[in-house]
């Protein structure tokens, strides 16, 4: 379920309206109503439950993306390697990760049944600037599975750089690829290496299938 777990979150996130990335919310109450809202609109799309993907990136790649650090996503992801590129480097990986993890768990948006989405209030202090919003997903038939997201306070609000599926970091299963693919070819061969995985799967029209 894993896979298709990462796709709900990640488009929840994804899929949050322009306007409100002005505002200043709280990050468990931007997670809860932008999941809220994403929710309903996924229960509500025939299309997407049925399998359409161009629906289904059309409900991620409208939204403009802005509660996701990419970046520092990355920067993260490539852990130590991230000195090692340049910032054209730098530039072009983030825009290839995020072009994977768009397109990976775009698919899954299609495997979305019923789940729901249980938020725990977070306590601030007015001089906190780093987060994590803890939530407990539930789906009839299935263990109920935590889901913490890493959030930093910006000037542009709270952004997300980390999600945490059952103690599992989604930045820290990509470390170890990258780590290898640098071995290989340097940081270029990292690029490279992604961006082949793009295309792939910008070729695909089946659903990913759950693990």
């Keep these: ?3 298709g777990l990462f796709g709900i979150l990640l488009a929840c996130f994804l899929a949050v309206p322009a306007a409100r990335a002005a505002e200043v919310v709280a990050p468990d109450v931007l997670a809860r109503t932008v999941t809220e809202d994403v929710l309903a609109s996924l229960r509500a799309s025939k299309e997407i439950q049925d399998g359409d993907l161009g629906k289904a990136a059309e409900l991620i790649e409208t939204k403009i993306l802005p509660h996701f650090n990419f970046q520092a996503m990355t920067r993260f992801a490539m852990g130590k390697n991230w000195a090692q590129a340049s910032p054209a ?5 983030t825009g290839e990760f995020r072009t994977l993890l768009v397109r990976t768990y775009t698919a899954s948006l299609t495997l979305y049944r019923d789940q729901t989405i249980e938020y725990r209030p977070v306590k601030l202090t007015p001089n906190d600037a780093d987060v994590v919003v803890k939530s407990v997903v539930r789906q009839a038939g299935r263990e109920p599975i935590s889901v913490d997201y890493a959030m930093e306070k910006t000037e542009n609000g709270w952004k997300v750089y980390d999600v945490k599926i059952a103690g599992i970091s989604l930045v820290g299963n990509y470390r170890s690829t990258f780590s290898a693919e640098i071995e290989r070819g340097g940081v270029d061969g990292l690029i490279k290496a992604i961006a082949e995985k793009n295309r792939a799967r ?6 990913i299938v759950q693990s």
């Design 1 to 3: 379920m894993r896979n």
């Design 202 to 207: 910008a070729g695909k029209n089946k659903p």
């Design 89 to 93: 480097q730098r530039q072009v990986l």
